[in-house]
C-alpha cells in the first residue's frame, strides 16, 4: 500500500532516542520521539525555561522555550499521518515564586532518522521516493496550514514500520512572513534554499527545495555538491547547477525530472509540495496504471480546451 501512511521498508531497525535537542536550526536525533513524561520531565518536546505572565507564556523565554511555544503552536492544528502530532501544550506552574515552565506533549514516534537511514548508503530508488512522498505530503498539510517548515533535512524525518514522519517544527514561521531574523537566517546551511540567503518572505517554496535535496541523496548516497565549507555550500546553493544522477536501474524519467525542479535556483519555478507528493507517488504505480492516468488527466485537460 502506497499513500502518506504507506510502510517502509527497512523502518523498523533499531535506533537511539532523543529528547528533544537543538542543533543546526533544530534536530531530533536517534530514534525516539516520545510524548510521556520521564524523571520529572517532558520526553520529546522537553522543558523550556521562561514564560509570560498574562496567562501565556511568562518572563523571559529562552530560546529552548521560544521554539517550543513556536513548535507547539505550528503542529498543533495539524493532523496528517506524515505529520508528528502535539496532544497537548501549556504551562507547568513553578515552585516559591519561580516562573511557569512551558512544555509541549508529543506522540511517541519509534524508528530511525532518515540520518541514520542514510548512513547505510544509498537506497533503493522505491524506497527513496516513497520516503520524500510522504515528507513532501506532509510539507503539503503544513504549507496548507499557511506554515513553513523551513528546517527539512535528514535529522528532522523518522523513518518508522508505519511510515514517515515529519519532526521539529521549532524554526517554522508563518508563509509570507519575514524570514530573517535580527539579520540571522535561522537553519541549516547544506539544506538551505538560495532565496532564503538573500532575505525576503517565508516561502513554502524554499521546503520543496529540501525535498530535492532528501530525494537527490537518498538516490545517490551523496548530496549534489562537495563543499568543505558554509561559505562552499553557500555558493553552491546559489550557483551551482546539480549534477545529474547516475544510473539508477528502472527509476521512471519523471522522478529525474521532477528533482531538477524542486532544486531550481528560483522558488516560482519549484513544484509545489502537493504536486510533488502526488508525482512521486504515482511513479510508485505500475506503468499500466500510470499511462492509464496520464491518459484520463489528457482527456480532462483536453476538455477545458475552449472552441473558437
Request: net charge neutral.
Amino acid at each position: 500500500m502506497d499513500g502518506p501512511g504507506a510502510p517502509v521498508a527497512g523502518a523498523d531497525a533499531p535506533g537511539g532516542r532523543a529528547d528533544g535537542g537543538w542543533a543546526d536550526g533544530g534536530r531530533a536525533d536517534g530514534g525516539r520521539a516520545d510524548g510521556g513524561r520521564a524523571g520529572g520531565g517532558w520526553a520529546g518536546g522537553g522543558w523550556a525555561d521562561g514564560g509570560r505572565a498574562d496567562g501565556g507564556w511568562s518572563g523571559e523565554v529562552s530560546a529552548g522555550g521560544d521554539r517550543l511555544r513556536v513548535e507547539a503552536r505550528a503542529v498543533g492544528g495539524l493532523r496528517h499521518p506524515n505529520v508528528v502530532e502535539v496532544y497537548e501544550f501549556g504551562e507547568e506552574p513553578g515552585e516559591f515564586g519561580a516562573p511557569a515552565t512551558p512544555y509541549v506533549v508529543m506522540e511517541l514516534v519509534e524508528g530511525r532518522t532518515l540520518a541514520q537511514v542514510f548512513a547505510d548508503g544509498p537506497l533503493p530508488w522505491r524506497t527513496s521516493v516513497r520516503i520524500c512522498s510522504q515528507v513532501a505530503a506532509g510539507l503539503a498539510a503544513a504549507h496548507a496550514g499557511g506554515v513553513a517548515h523551513r528546517d527539512v533535512k535528514p535529522g528532522n524525518v523518522m523513518v518508522t514500520s508505519g511510515g514517515v514522519k515529519l519532526l521539529d517544527f521549532g524554526i517554522s514561521a508563518p508563509i509570507g512572513s519575514a524570514d530573517e531574523q535580527d539579520g540571522e537566517v535561522l537553519g541549516t546551511p547544506a539544506y538551505l534554499a538560495p532565496e532564503r540567503l538573500d532575505g525576503g518572505p517565508v516561502r513554502a517554496a524554499a521546503d520543496v527545495y529540501g525535498v530535492g535535496l532528501l530525494l537527490y541523496r537518498a538516490l545517490a548516497g551523496r548530496m549534489p555538491w562537495q563543499a568543505s565549507t558554509v561559505t562552499e555550500m553557500v555558493r553552491a546553493h546559489l550557483y551551482a547547477e546539480p549534477p545529474a544522477l547516475p544510473v539508477i536501474e528502472g527509476l521512471p524519467p519523471v522522478v529525474s525530472a521532477l528533482l531538477q525542479d524542486c532544486l531550481a535556483k528560483r522558488p516560482h519555478q519549484r513544484p509545489a509540495a502537493a504536486e510533488v507528493a502526488r508525482i512521486l507517488e504515482d511513479s510508485l504505480r505500475p506503468v499500466s496504471a500510470r499511462l492509464s492516468s496520464s491518459r484520463r488527466h489528457f482527456r480532462r485537460e483536453r476538455r477545458k480546451v475552449p472552441s473558437r
